[in-house]
C-alpha cells in the first residue's frame, strides 16, 4: 500500500493526455447525448396528454415545459422524465392548463365556412370535434380556433357533438355552449330544419338544457309560372305533402286548360295553415293571366302578369283576397295585355273552335253554374269576342241524352245564358248574343259511353 | 451514469488504458513525483469536483463535461493503480531469478 501510494507521486505526467482525451470525448459526445436525452424524453411521454410540451436537453439536464390538464398528469410526466436513465436533472417548467369559467364553447356557420370557437377540455376531444364537424358538413371548410381550458362541465363531448350535428341544418347561424346552457341562433338551412333542431335538442346529456332557441325556418315558398310562348304552367317551390301535391297539380290541370303543367314541386313540412286554400284559388287567378307569376311566400301571395282586359284585372286585383283563409295577404300587380288586333268573323269563329277544342266551359253537375276551374277558359273566349266587335255571336247549349229532354232543353238554355251574362259582365254589348239551348238535339258523339256524353255536354260559340 | 458508461465506454476504456500505461511506467519511472504537500492540494481539488458533481450544483453542459471528466479520471486512476501493481509484482517476481 505504502508502494501504491509512492508510485501515485508520479501518475501525473498521464493526467495530460487524460485531459485531451476527455476533451475529445467531451467534443464528440456532447450533442449526441442531449440528442439520445431528449428522444427518449419525448418517448417517455407518448402516453401523456399535455399541451404545448417542449423539451430541451443541455448536457444531461432537461428542461421540461408543458401545459397540463390536470395536477395528476403534471406530476406525473415530471416522473417520467426523471424516471429516464441518463438525466441528471429535470428543469420542471411544467403548468396547469387555464381553467375557464364560465365554460364557453361555440360553433358558428357563416356563408363559406364553419368556425369552432371557444374551450375544450383535452386536445382529443378538439380532435374529435374537428373530425366531427368535417364528417357532417362534407365540403364546408371547417376553422378551428378552439383553446384548452380546464373545467368543462361534465358529458361536454356529447353535448358539443350533437350541437355539431346541429351546425349541418342552419345556413348561417351560432350555437353557444355556455356552462350547460345552449343558445342557438340563425337560419335553418331547409325547410323543416328548425323542427329538426329543436326535436335532436331533446337529446342533450343530462344536466344541459337549451336557454335560447331563436333558430327561424326560411320561408315557405310556392312559385307559379305561366310562360305564353312555351305554353307552360312550371310549379316549383314547396307542398306539405303528397295528397296537397297531388291535389295542385290536379287543379292546374283542370284551371290552365292549354298549358303543359312542369311539375317541379318538393315535398317539405313547415306549410303555413292554409296553404292549399289559398294556393288553389291563387292559381285560378293566375290562369286569367295572359302571362304572370304567382309567389307564395309563407302566408303571402303575391301574383303579378297581364290581364286579359280591363275588367279581369279589377276582378282579380279585388276578388282574390276574398278567398284566402285568415291571417294570408295578397298583393296583386296586375296590368293589361294590349288589345290584339281585329279580325273578322271568320277568323273569329276559327279562333273560338281552336279554344273550344282545347278545353270544355264546366258547370256544377246538372245546374248552371260555371265552374270557378272555367274562368281562365272564358277570359279567353272574351278576349277573342272583343276581336271582332261587328260579328254577332250564338251561344249554344248542348247536353247529353241522361235525363228528361224537357229539362235537358231548359238546363242547356240556362247554361247558354249564364255563359252570356258572363260576358255581358266583361263589358260586352249583350245584344251581340244569342243564347240558345239545343238540349240533346245536336250530339257530336254516341251517347252510349261516357266519353261520348262527356263530349256532348258542351258550349260552343257559332259566328252568325 | 450506467446509461453513460455504455454510451461511451470506448472513451472510458480509453481512460482506463492510459492509466495502465501511466501505472506501468510509474514505478520504474525516475521522474521527480509530485510533493506530499501538492498531493494533498491535488486531493482536496478532486474531492471538491466530485463533492460538486454529486450536488450538481454545476449547471448544463458543464455539469456534464465534469461528470464525464470525473468517470475517466477515476478510471485513470484505477487503471494507474492496477499497472503500478502488476508491473511491481512482475519486477519483484522477475528479481529472485535474475
Not at chain 1, 305564353?228 to 295528397?243: E, H, I, Q, S
Not at chain 1, 295542385?248 to 298549358?259: I, Q, T, Y
Not at chain 1, 229532354?405 to 247558354?416: F, G, H, V
Amino acid at each position: 500500500m505504502h508502494g501504491l501510494f509512492k508510485w501515485s507521486s508520479k501518475w501525473w505526467p498521464g493526467v495530460i493526455p487524460l485531459v485531451i482525451l476527455w476533451g475529445l470525448a467531451a467534443w464528440s459526445s456532447t450533442a449526441k447525448v442531449e440528442g439520445d436525452l431528449a428522444v427518449r424524453a419525448n418517448a417517455a411521454l407518448k402516453d401523456t396528454v399535455l399541451d404545448k410540451r417542449r423539451i430541451s436537453v443541455d448536457g444531461r439536464d432537461v428542461t421540461f415545459a408543458a401545459n397540463a390538464f390536470s395536477e395528476g398528469g403534471r406530476s406525473s410526466a415530471v416522473t417520467s422524465v426523471e424516471a429516464v436513465s441518463g438525466v441528471r436533472l429535470v428543469n420542471d417548467e411544467t403548468r396547469l392548463v387555464a381553467e375557464a369559467k364560465p365554460y364557453v364553447w361555440s360553433a358558428e356557420r357563416d356563408v363559406v365556412r364553419v368556425t369552432l370557437g371557444g374551450n375544450s377540455p383535452l386536445p382529443s376531444s378538439k380532435g374529435k370535434l374537428m373530425e366531427a364537424a368535417k364528417a357532417s358538413l362534407g365540403g364546408v371548410e371547417v376553422v378551428d380556433q378552439m383553446g384548452l381550458a380546464r373545467g368543462a362541465p361534465p358529458r361536454f363531448d356529447a353535448a358539443a357533438l350533437l350541437l355539431l350535428d346541429q351546425i349541418g341544418k342552419l345556413k348561417d347561424g351560432k350555437i353557444t355552449l355556455t356552462g350547460t346552457q345552449v343558445n342557438l341562433a340563425g337560419m335553418a338551412r331547409d325547410l323543416g330544419g328548425r323542427e329538426a333542431i329543436a326535436a335532436a335538442l331533446k337529446n342533450l346529456p343530462e344536466g344541459y338544457s337549451v336557454a335560447a332557441n331563436d333558430i327561424e325556418a326560411p320561408p315557405y315558398v310556392f312559385q307559379a309560372y305561366k310562360d305564353p310562348v312555351a305554353v307552360t304552367l312550371t310549379l316549383t317551390g314547396y307542398v306539405p305533402d303528397n295528397n296537397v301535391h297531388a291535389a295542385l297539380v290536379a287543379a292546374a290541370g283542370r284551371k290552365f286548360f292549354s298549358e303543359k303543367v312542369v311539375d317541379n314541386l318538393k315535398a317539405s313540412v313547415g306549410a303555413p295553415s292554409g296553404f292549399a286554400a289559398a294556393v288553389v284559388p291563387a292559381l285560378g287567378a293566375l290562369s286569367r293571366l295572359s302571362t304572370g307569376t304567382l309567389v307564395v311566400s309563407d302566408r303571402e301571395v303575391k301574383l303579378s302578369g297581364d290581364a286579359l282586359y280591363d275588367a279581369a284585372a279589377g276582378q282579380i286585383r279585388g276578388g282574390l283576397g276574398k278567398d284566402f283563409p285568415q291571417g294570408w295577404q295578397y298583393k296583386a300587380e296586375i296590368s293589361v295585355k294590349p288589345a290584339s288586333a281585329p279580325v273578322d268573323p271568320t277568323v273569329c269563329q276559327q279562333l273560338f273552335s281552336e279554344i273550344l277544342s282545347k278545353g270544355k266551359i264546366r258547370f256544377e253537375s246538372g245546374k248552371s253554374e260555371i265552374v270557378a276551374d272555367s274562368a281562365g277558359l272564358l277570359d279567353r273566349l272574351i278576349e277573342t269576342a272583343m276581336r271582332c266587335p261587328s260579328a254577332t255571336i250564338e251561344i249554344a247549349g248542348h247536353t247529353d241524352s241522361d235525363g228528361d229532354e224537357a229539362a235537358n232543353q231548359t238546363l242547356s238554355e240556362k247554361r247558354a245564358q249564364a255563359v252570356m251574362d258572363d260576358l255581358v259582365r266583361a263589358g260586352l254589348p249583350p245584344d251581340r248574343f244569342i243564347p240558345v239551348g239545343y238540349g240533346s238535339t245536336q250530339p257530336i258523339a254516341g251517347n252510349d259511353t261516357e266519353d261520348g256524353k262527356a263530349q256532348n255536354r258542351r258550349i260552343e260559340f257559332v259566328v252568325k | 451514469m450506467a446509461a453513460l458508461a455504455t454510451f461511451f465506454w470506448g472513451w472510458l476504456l480509453g481512460a482506463l488504458l492510459l492509466g495502465f500505461c501511466m501505472g506501468w511506467i510509474a514505478v520504474v519511472h525516475r521522474a521527480q513525483g509530485v510533493s506530499k504537500v501538492w498531493m494533498r492540494w491535488l486531493a482536496l481539488l478532486a474531492a471538491a469536483l466530485v463533492a460538486a458533481s454529486l450536488t450538481k450544483v454545476v449547471p448544463g453542459r458543464f455539469g456534464y463535461w465534469l461528470d464525464l471528466f470525473l468517470m475517466m479520471f477515476a478510471l485513470y486512476l484505477f487503471g494507474c493503480a492496477i499497472g503500478s501493481w502488476l508491473r511491481d509484482w512482475v519486477v519483484s517476481r522477475s528479481k529472485p531469478a535474475s
